[in-house]
């Protein structure tokens, strides 16, 4: 069993469906995250919840919402989306110090591949 | 000004080489760095993390940074064709979080 696991692992949803992605970390991890992989262009970090705190991109448009209901699970829902935002959404956690810093390392899931249409 | 930049490749080297793979940030600040490895279709995985200055070896992997210069590299001896793959920088940004700024990547052919 991998450390973080996402469902599900392909999604094709059209622009006025709602959905939701999942993610669990199986590493008593303190912390997770959503990035997002469009073709060609870097991870780009979406959320981050960090000992209870969320801290977010703010060009992350409103069409995304995190929810983080303990520190094993991680939901990111989706609303209304665009085709653009078609890419792979993956889940990653890591361990930070009560300061919030660390230089822990960040593990990723599988990814979810999600294609709007 | 990209924050962490890496050649986009390919970078093509023929089975049994070195490959070298490089990346430069834009954040004095930086403290902690990471290579990945994806493979197409898969989630990046963690190859190797850096501190300090100088190298650290792992197996076939030797991971180089120098903090003044601002760059972090990564050698692959004896490269194989499955180490065909893009690897991508990661930095550590200054601020808590673990917030990882990720390069786009290089994607790496090892040719038989």
């Known amino acids: 069993e991998t450390g973080v696991t996402q469902t599900p692992r392909h999604l094709v949803m059209g622009m006025t469906n709602k959905k939701s992605l999942k993610c669990e970390q199986h590493l008593g991890h303190n912390a997770m995250y959503w990035y997002k992989q469009s073709a060609k262009k870097p991870l780009e970090l979406m959320f981050v919840y960090s000992l209870e705190e969320r801290v977010e991109n703010n060009s992350v448009p409103s069409r995304f919402s995190p929810e983080c209901p303990n520190s094993s699970h991680l939901f990111l829902h989706l609303h209304t989306l665009q085709p653009e935002d078609s890419a792979l959404y993956l889940c990653?956690?890591?361990?930070?110090?009560?300061?919030?810093?660390?230089?822990?390392?960040?593990?990723f899931g599988e990814g979810s591949w999600l294609t709007v249409v | 000004q990209k924050e962490v930049e890496q050649n986009s490749g390919p970078l093509s080297v023929p089975e049994g080489a070195i490959a070298s793979l490089n990346c430069t940030y834009s954040d004095r600040g930086s403290q902690s760095f990471f290579w990945y490895r994806q493979y197409s279709g898969k989630s990046p995985e963690l190859i190797m993390s850096?501190?300090?200055?100088g190298d650290k070896e792992d197996g076939r992997f030797t991971a180089q940074l120098n903090k003044a210069s601002q760059y972090v590299s990564l050698l692959i001896r004896d490269s194989q064709p499955s180490d065909s793959a893009t690897y991508l920088c990661?930095?550590?940004?200054?601020?808590?979080?673990?917030?990882?700024?990720f390069g786009a990547g290089t994607r790496l052919a090892v040719h038989p």
């Open positions: 850096i501190y300090s200055n």
């Open positions: 990653a956690s890591s361990q930070v110090g009560k300061d919030r810093g660390g230089s822990n390392t960040i593990y």
């Open positions: 990661a930095v550590n940004t200054p601020g808590g979080y673990n917030k990882l700024i």
